[in-house]
């Protein structure tokens, strides 16, 4: 949506739902041979309008692990970012992002606190 653009009004001038749903590139912080632990995932955006709700996904290794919903926070304007505490394995990371309410959203980053997994024998 642009500034002053009507992507989210209809013919008659009525607020239309704006619908998106993205996925992030698969995450391996530049380890693609070693596993590793996700203790925090963090999301960055900046939300508009009332009671605004973001729907997210996280993916281990292409199977979805984790489903939650971060709500915005109607009386501050400023770039909100949130942090939810996880505990997952594996060798790449993925994360889906769905917003399907009136409201619009920007977003700004995604972010993964991680550490590799100790590794014993021939197998990684």
Known sequence: VVPDGTEDRDDTGTA??????????????NLPLRKKRVSYVYVLFKNFGPQHELDIKLYVDDEAKEAYTI???????????HRKKLDY???YF???IINDQYSEVEL??????????????DKV
């Open 89 to 91: 394995t594996g060798n």
């Open 71 to 81: 709500k915005g926070d109607d009386d501050y304007s400023g770039i909100i970012t």
């Open 108 to 121: 700004y980053g995604v972010g993964f606190d991680y550490e590799q997994v100790p590794t014993v024998g």
């Open 16 to 29: 239309k739902i704006i619908n998106f749903d993205i996925k992030t590139p698969k995450y391996n912080f």
């Open 94 to 96: 993925q994360l889906e």
